[in-house]
T-cell receptor, first 110, second 114 residues
Framework: SQQGEEDPQALSIQEGENATMNCSYKTSINNLQWYRQNSGRGLVHLILIRSNEREKHSGRLRVTLDTSKKSSSLLITASRAADTASYFCATGQGAQKLVFGQGTRLTINP | EPEVTQTPSHQVTQMGQEVILRCVPI?????FYWYRQILGQKVEFLVSFYNNEISEKSEIFDDQFSVERPDGSNFTLKIRSTKLEDSAMYFC????????????FGPGTRLTVL
């Protein structure tokens, strides 16, 4: 079954630096979505990249997708304290469900 | 901006009791979902719902669980006889075009079973 797995599990950087998180999966996908979750709160959708796309931008976010390697990366540029959260990739294929990874806990230090 | 809403934000219940978690999806969306997240664990799919019927469900979604769209706006998840292990955050989501489109999540209902 498809599975999104992120690495690293935890990342701590200084404010202003760039943060890169990676996601790997095991099966073919229609799309891959990245979500953010602040502690104990809901999931906020960040970006969706389709299987025929290689790169997508949204503000300070840049997502890449390499279907040959079954991997994706999320880059947050010029990080801010407010970016502190957990970040999840989620993959879906054919059927209706999204499969989430364990997430990367990102901490931005002021 | 339209958003998915959920009520209550926190539900405390005794083991064996029935609970109903409520969701109002985004109004023009046609696909509805429930997920759960046990504390410290990953988000897990429970069920998807389209055209007034379940389109897919996970192994977690056993006979104790049911979903319903009782009117044109609400989407509910019922747990008939809660167990301690049902304690989790339950998220409702909706999308306009199914899996090819973004799923928008609600803020969640934290269910605590005592």
């Amino acid at each position: 079954s498809q599975q999104g797995e992120e690495d690293p599990q935890a990342l701590s950087i200084q404010e202003g630096e760039n943060a890169t998180m990676n996601c790997s999966y095991k099966t073919s996908i229609n799309n891959l979505q990245w979500y953010r979750q602040n502690s104990g709160r809901g999931l906020v959708h960040l970006i969706l990249i389709r299987s025929n796309e290689r790169e997508k931008h949204s503000g300070r976010l840049r997502v890449t997708l390499d279907t040959s390697k079954k991997s994706s990366s999320l880059l947050i540029t010029a990080s801010r304290a407010a970016d502190t959260a957990s970040y999840f990739c989620a993959t879906g294929q054919g059927a209706q469900k999204l499969v989430f990874g364990q997430g990367t806990r990102l901490t931005i230090n002021p | 901006e339209p958003e998915v809403t959920q009520t209550p934000s926190h539900q405390v219940t005794q083991m064996g009791q029935e609970v109903i978690l409520r969701c109002v999806p985004i109004s023009n969306h046609l696909y509805f979902y429930w997920y759960r997240q046990i504390l410290g664990q990953k988000v897990e799919f429970l069920v998807s719902f389209y055209n007034n019927e379940i389109s897919e469900k996970s192994e977690i979604f056993d006979d104790q669980f049911s979903v319903e769209r009782p009117d044109g706006s609400n989407f509910t998840l019922k747990i008939r006889s809660t167990k301690l292990e049902d304690s989790a955050m339950y998220f409702c989501a909706s999308s306009s075009k199914g899996l090819t489109d973004t799923q928008y999540f609600g803020p969640g209902t934290r269910l605590t079973v005592l």
